[in-house]
């Protein structure tokens, strides 16, 4: 036998002993007329429902079944069966129904909020549609129509001080059959055995903003509740606030390294970023050689300037705002501040521009000094709620 023989019946051989112990199974790939088959599924789309919409409904395409074929639907739910104590999905009773499938293989199911049993947002259940050619299961839940945020000033969330500043609860009503046409009825109370009593200009036209203000809360009282109520098409949405005011803080506490001359001279008190002294953002520098804090020149124009009073270790320790403003109006302010007198800190006053939330308070204490090079502190900054949304 030939050399070149031999070789291919061993090639031959090694390849019949690799397919027989291959485990990996081949199938079929099913062809009409030399062309394959692609199966697509049975889908559907519904309305979406929410804790104050009447119904829901579905429209189902198949796309195995025929025209004619007898269907039956109905909504299954999380239920404990007669028989054990662990939950299943099982038919919801009432909800059960049938038809005839159209030519089209399209058909649409509504059911009341009262068939789907649906009571708590989040709450769900499922579509199921069968026949003897299709089938089709579909999960969906309760969405709640109506949401409060926490407390806001300019978008952003804050806490609830004891201040006259208001922040606001942002109340909005979403249905998906519709608009919402009622309004939103808001109540607090400043403790559990108080009456309810009106929030702000109570009720609203939503979406509505309720107001919340130190002020609100009564001397010895921290705590107020809120119930925010909103009704369309039978049903009812109750939401619950609880806020506990806060003694006033301030809102930012960064540290940065001041540098005689060079890009890091000053720093924008906004964002804690380090600029030369002479930029038009720098609100805080050092600069002609010295290390004096005092606010930029090219920025302490048109009305805005920054001054200072010397405190203690003591009140910057306590990071109360109410504080902090009192001992500056009892104290001298003063245009510069010196990092080696003292304790080293300071509370600042801060006008930025023309309005009282361009006004900001905040406190200064001194890490360290590197005599005629730098000065590196660490600053409270931002008072009111409007600063936390100017704040970086």
Known sequence: ??????????????????????????????????????????????????TLDPSISFTVTFKTAKAGDAMGYELLAQQTPPVGTTKQWLPLAGSQGSFSMPADLKYSITFTRAQTGLTVAADNRKLSVWGPMDSHLKQFALAAATTVTAPQSGGKDVTVTQTPDTAYFNVKVALKSGPYTGTVIAKRKNGKNDAWVDAGASPFTAPAAVPVSGNDFAPGKDTM?????????????????TIVVSVPFFYKKRPVTLTL??????????????????????????????????????????????????????????????????????????????????QGVYIFKMIDG??????????????????????????????????AAVLK
């Open 261 to 342: 001359g060079g890009t890091k001279a000053g720093v924008n008190l906004l964002s804690n970023a380090t600029m030369k002294a002479d930029s038009s953002n720098a609100r805080l520098v050092i600069d002609g050689g010295v290390l004096i804090l005092h606010g930029g020149s090219a920025w302490a124009v048109g009305g805005k300037s920054i001054d200072f009073v010397q405190s203690s270790l003591a009140t910057y320790a306590l990071n109360n705002v109410n504080i902090a403003i009192a001992e500056y109006a009892a104290g001298t302010p003063a245009a510069t501040a010196d990092p080696a007198v003292g």
């Open 225 to 241: 509740y809120y119930e925010f109520t909103t009704s369309q098409n039978g049903y009812t949405d109750k939401i619950t606030k």
């Open 1 to 50: 036998m030939k050399m070149k023989n031999i070789i291919l019946l061993a090639f031959i051989s090694l390849l019949a002993f690799i397919v027989s112990c291959s485990k990996v199974p081949i199938y079929d790939i099913p062809t009409v007329d030399g062309k394959i088959i692609i199966y697509e599924y049975t889908n559907s789309t519904n309305t979406g429902i929410t």
């Open 354 to 387: 023309p309005t009282a939330n361009d006004v900001f308070y905040g406190m200064i204490k001194v890490l360290t000094i590197v005599p005629g090079i730098s000065v590196g502190i660490e600053y409270r900054i931002g008072n009111r709620y409007a600063h």
